[in-house]
């Protein structure tokens, strides 16, 4: 069963950047497609980007151009780079994972198995 801990949140002003660090045990994620997602107070979960097996990329539109999502599978992590931040991005960020060695996209639409416990992030002036 694969565990996933996000690490690397915390507070920033606006136009800020973070990493965010989403770091695999108890198997390797070469073949998983790993998504982001924020929960902000008072909302819905919402996907905000995937990335596949063979490394397409997807994006919510409120992130597109901001947020930048890698993996590295030798490190068994999957990075969020999120630079411009804005208040809205205040949430608790969560990485899942879910097994999929054939698809060559990814989306956040689908059922992720493994999820992480979430980190912090918070935006303000």
């Known amino acids: 069963q694969l565990q996933l801990v996000e690490s690397g949140g915390g507070s920033v002003q606006p136009g800020g950047s973070l990493r965010l660090s989403c770091a695999a045990s108890?198997?390797?994620?070469?073949?998983?497609?790993i998504g982001w997602f924020r929960q902000a107070p008072g909302k819905e979960r919402e996907g905000v980007s995937c990335?596949?097996?063979?490394?397409?990329?997807n994006y919510a539109d409120s992130v597109k151009g901001r947020f930048k999502v890698s993996r590295d599978n030798r490190k068994r992590t999957v990075y969020l780079q999120m630079d411009n931040l804005e208040p809205e991005d205040t949430a608790v960020y969560f990485c899942?994972?879910?097994?999929?060695?054939?698809?060559?996209?990814?989306?956040?639409?689908?059922?992720?198995?493994?999820w992480g416990q979430g980190t912090q992030v918070t935006v303000s002036a």
């Open positions: 899942a994972a879910v097994w999929n060695p054939r698809s060559p996209v990814c989306t956040t639409q689908i059922r992720f198995d493994n």
């Open positions: 108890g198997g390797t994620i070469d073949f998983y497609i």
């Open positions: 990335i596949s097996t063979t490394r397409s990329t």
